[in-house]
């Protein structure tokens, strides 16, 4: 009988040692199970997330390509000023030498010879095919150039000579070309400086 009240109490000790190495276990809780309709929120959020990031970069990555679509979508419908807005408004407003053509009178010239081309019945689009960033030398040199010529002080942080295949469509005639546009991005805003055309 001594012998099992002291096994009883040996035991009793052990215990006591070993609940105070290892920590108390948590009570059971209850394992939630997630409905269908809760399910199917996190996966139309997770491919919300997903699409918002695509747009991102591609809007962050074409943005360079905003100000060729508004000269192009201006030519296609045949408004001369919607093709001026892909440029700088201290450009498009600039006083011009007797000699000298502005940016309006030069849209208006390619808008005529398009017309006189295809007739008024026409649709044009371009697309991408490369392009290559310009040296941060050059842009200097055109900041200097800008700002003495036309008394703006500007920021280029960016210039991208661009190559396009565009479609010209009028009847039943479907014309590509190559052209060559080249944008800056000045102060910020990607603009052309001068009309694309068949040459870089």
């Known amino acids: ?18 609940s105070g190495i290892f920590p108390e276990k948590p009570p059971a809780q209850p394992l939630k199970v997630k409905t269908g309709t809760q399910k199917a929120i996190e996966l139309v959020c997770g491919a919300a997330i997903v699409l918002l990031a695509v747009i991102i970069i591609f809007i962050v990555r074409s943005s360079y390509m905003r100000p060729i ?26 006083n011009v030498d007797d000699d000298t053509i502005s940016i309006e009178g030069m849209c208006r010239t390619i808008l005529s010879s398009v017309v006189t081309a295809c007739g008024n019945d026409y ?26 010529q036309y008394g ?34 000045i102060n910020g805003r990607w603009v052309l400086l001068d009309i694309p055309g068949a040459e870089a």
């Open 123 to 148: 649709k044009v689009s371009a697309e991408m095919v490369s392009y290559a960033d310009k040296e941060d030398a050059y842009l200097q040199t055109l900041e200097t150039g800008i700002e003495s």
């Open 152 to 185: 703006k002080k500007v920021n280029i942080s960016k210039g991208r000579w661009v190559k396009l295949n565009v479609t010209y469509e009028y009847g039943e005639t479907k014309q590509e070309m190559t052209e060559y546009a080249r944008v800056y991005k």
């Open 69 to 94: 679509n508004t000269y192009y979508r201006g030519l296609s419908a045949m408004k001369e000023q919607k093709m001026c807005n892909a440029f700088p408004s201290w450009l498009c407003n600039a």
């Open 1 to 18: 009988m001594r012998e099992e009240q002291d096994m009883q109490k040996d035991t009793a000790e052990v215990t006591e040692q070993v």
